[in-house]
């Protein structure tokens, strides 16, 4: 089973920042597997980016993901004060099945 | 607009069965394979299992195989979860959510989840 690993756990920025949140698998993955979400406290997630870097539907331009093989990032160019949060990334596997990282806290600094 | 509701979360002892359901409404419920996620209190997610659209296939995680069942009416347009034999670690928030998968030009697949509802909370407790 593979493993996604994200760093760092916690990560304190002030809105207008830059923010780079690492996903790193324990074995290859396809790009087209990887995809993230965002968590607000007491909210269910909601999907950010599918296939490593396609936008879904509705998500702001500042949100980009990029990466091959076992590393993986997400970018929030310019942070707004709504984007504080919990970001997970999730790779499907065959069978099928899926595994999420365990998250990476994006707090105000 | 997508509208997923969960419904049927308490209080369980241990060993005890609960059934969840989750409502689906603003998209073409029988056109799409469903899943159900979990995240136990202050922790991360877990996919729990996966039906597909016409209740054809199911899948599970090693975690719930042989005691939870997957299953959907697509003419009341619901998705449900029995679980038996609860333990304490399944405590957590369910969640349902749909299924978003498809292929790039390039012939690359891609599978994930769009739309999630509000969750259920299941409390396994003596």
């Known amino acids: 089973e593979i493993v996604l690993t994200q760093s760092p756990g916690t990560l304190s920025l002030s809105p207008g920042e830059r923010a780079t949140l690492s996903c790193r698998a324990s074995q290859s993955v396809s790009s087209s597997y990887l995809a993230w979400y965002q968590q607000k406290t007491g909210q269910a997630p909601r999907l950010l980016i599918y296939g490593a870097s396609s936008r879904a539907t509705g998500i702001p331009d500042r949100f980009s993901g990029s990466g091959s093989g076992t590393d993986f990032t997400l970018t929030i160019s310019r942070l707004e004060p709504e984007d504080f949060a919990v970001y997970y990334c999730q790779q499907y596997g065959s069978s099928p099945r899926y595994t999420f990282g365990q998250g990476t806290k994006l707090e105000i600094k | 607009q997508v509208q997923l509701v969960e419904s049927g979360g308490g209080v369980v002892q241990p060993g005890g069965s609960l059934r969840l359901s989750c409502a689906a409404s603003g998209f073409t419920f029988s056109s799409y394979d469903m899943h159900w996620v979990r995240q136990a209190p202050g922790k991360g997610l877990e996919w729990v299992a996966f039906?597909?659209?016409?209740?054809?296939?199911?899948y599970y995680a090693d975690s719930v195989k042989g005691r939870f069942t997957i299953s959907r009416d697509n003419s009341k347009n619901t998705l449900y979860l029995q679980m038996n034999r609860l333990r304490a670690e399944d405590t957590a928030v369910y969640y349902c959510?749909?299924?978003?998968?498809?292929?790039?030009?390039?012939?690359?697949?891609?599978?994930?989840?769009?739309?999630w509802g509000q969750g259920t909370l299941v409390t396994v407790s003596s």
């Open positions: 959510a749909k299924d978003f998968s498809g292929y790039y030009g390039s012939g690359s697949y891609y599978s994930c989840f769009d739309y």
């Open positions: 039906i597909r659209y016409d209740g054809s296939n199911e």
